[in-house]
């Protein structure tokens, strides 16, 4: 996990990778390479504190030794108790989901890409935490790179056709 920036530095810059997250008071964090990824945002915008996680996968089986960060439903949870800690209300939570596009085929019985299916679970699993899900920008076929306003919540998506959108 990248660190906590100093609450005055609003310049920072936090690069979250690949199954890994950040958590901020301040300062953008950002993540790019989102195909059927997921760049999920959560945040508390009472305590002005926003966490970033980037999941590959939808859900952790329990006996699996990869770091949590790597799912959707495990991913959350990390998330939310580091939110915790920095002083976030569980009840002010809300999050923003990009990402998720239809980039790899696997071939699942049901037709649903992994990115549908990370989508499907983020929403789930938000719902059963009471996390309000107030913005996404999901699915379709093209790469996303995020960034968030760790201050505010505020989060920029740029896709790979050019269009961009703040949620």
Do not use: Q, W
């Not at 996990?1 to 936090?14: F, H, K, N």
């Not at 059927?36 to 970033?52: F, M, Q, R, T």
């Not at 790597?70 to 989901?97: N, Q």
């Not at 998720?100 to 049901?110: E, H, N, R």
């Amino acid at each position: 996990m990248a660190a906590l920036p100093a609450e005055s530095d609003t310049s920072e810059r936090i690069k979250v990778s690949i199954a890994d997250y950040a958590v901020a008071e301040a300062g953008t964090i950002s993540t790019s390479g989102l195909g059927s990824c997921l760049g999920l945002a959560i945040y508390d915008p009472e305590a002005g504190v926003s966490a970033l996680v980037h999941p590959m996968l939808p859900r952790r089986d329990g006996n699996d030794d990869r770091p949590p960060e790597r799912f959707v439903d495990s991913g959350i949870d990390v998330v939310v108790d580091a939110l915790l800690e920095h002083g976030a209300s569980k009840a002010s939570l809300r999050a923003k989901i990009a990402g998720g596009a239809a980039v790899v085929d696997f071939g699942s019985d049901d037709g649903d890409s992994i990115g549908d299916r990370n989508i499907e679970v983020a929403r789930e699993e938000l719902s059963d935490r009471g996390i309000e899900l107030v913005g996404e920008e999901v699915g379709g076929d093209c790469g996303r790179t995020v960034k968030v306003d760790a201050a505010t919540g505020d989060v920029n998506v740029s896709r790979t056709d050019g269009e961009e959108t703040t949620l």
